[in-house]
């Protein structure tokens, strides 16, 4: 399959500035990510970022890249833009890589983008959760899926319930999951058919998304399928925190 890998990096960061200009191994983390992007047999990777210094740092390294609005609310909103820009086909499949994810596995890439198909406008990722604090987490987002590997929903909560097995939840935690319990955890890395990603930003906000603070509950609200490509091993954690920026700068080095 063909697709287009767009790179939304925002300069602003609350909890690391310039985060996507941070250093790995002597280069930005942003070039690392398209880096890694390339090695998914994308048609074609681009950056799409709100500040002149990026751009300047993607040619700098000959990363495609293009300014944008400065005034997005969201990554979505900004990687249509640039779909729109490069006037894609209404049919052409996108895949939205946040810029802070220089480890990210690049067939993870592939398989997410394959999901997209005449009946499914967009899909995601999922890996299955082995560890009772994770379930329990709500930092932690789980996806549910019908039989044809579509999410029914996501939530912050621990679904699905294993409602015997967790019958004493509510006083404590349990100190394992139970057999052939594993829920899955969602992995934010979207593909989308071009048409929808144009009409995605348009939608009126649901309640089910403000409740849960998950933009993807939007998509489900109104009635449009989310495919979900499940892999077994949890991939890489991207860079959030000082901690994090260490741990990959490590790496690198």
């Known amino acids: 399959m063909t697709f287009t890998v767009i790179i939304p990096a925002r300069l602003a ?71 729109r820009a490069l006037d894609l086909p209404p049919q052409a499949v996108v895949v939205n890589l946040q810029g802070d994810e220089p480890l990210i596995d690049p067939a993870l890439l592939a398989a997410c983008a394959a999901r997209i198909g005449a009946d499914v406008p967009m899909s995601t990722c999922a890996h299955p959760l082995h560890e009772v604090a994770d379930a329990f987490n709500p930092n932690v987002v ?20 294993a409602r015997d097995a967790f019958a004493q939840a509510a006083q404590s935690r349990p100190a394992a999951l139970p057999d052939g319990y594993l829920p899955l955890r969602h992995i934010g890395l979207y593909a989308y058919r071009n048409d929808f990603l144009q009409a995605y930003p348009r939608l009126e906000v649901s309640p089910l998304e403000s409740i849960e603070a998950l933009e993807q509950l939007r998509v489900l609200w109104h009635g449009h399928p989310i495919a979900v490509h499940v892999t077994n091993a949890a991939p890489a954690p991207g860079v959030d925190t000082p901690e994090d920026l260490e741990r990959v700068r490590a790496h690198f080095a």
């Open 13 to 83: 960061s609350t909890r690391l500035p310039d985060k996507p200009l941070a250093d790995l191994g002597g280069k930005p983390m942003v070039v690392r990510v398209a880096e890694r992007a390339a090695l998914s047999g994308a048609g074609r990777i681009i950056v799409a970022t709100d500040h002149p210094s990026i751009l300047a740092a993607c040619a700098a390294h000959g990363i495609a890249a293009m300014l944008t609005r400065d005034d997005h609310p969201s990554g979505t909103d900004r990687i249509a833009e640039v779909a």
């Open 142 to 161: 789980k996806v549910v899926l019908d039989r044809a590997g579509r999410a029914l929903y996501f939530s912050r909560a621990t679904i699905p319930w």
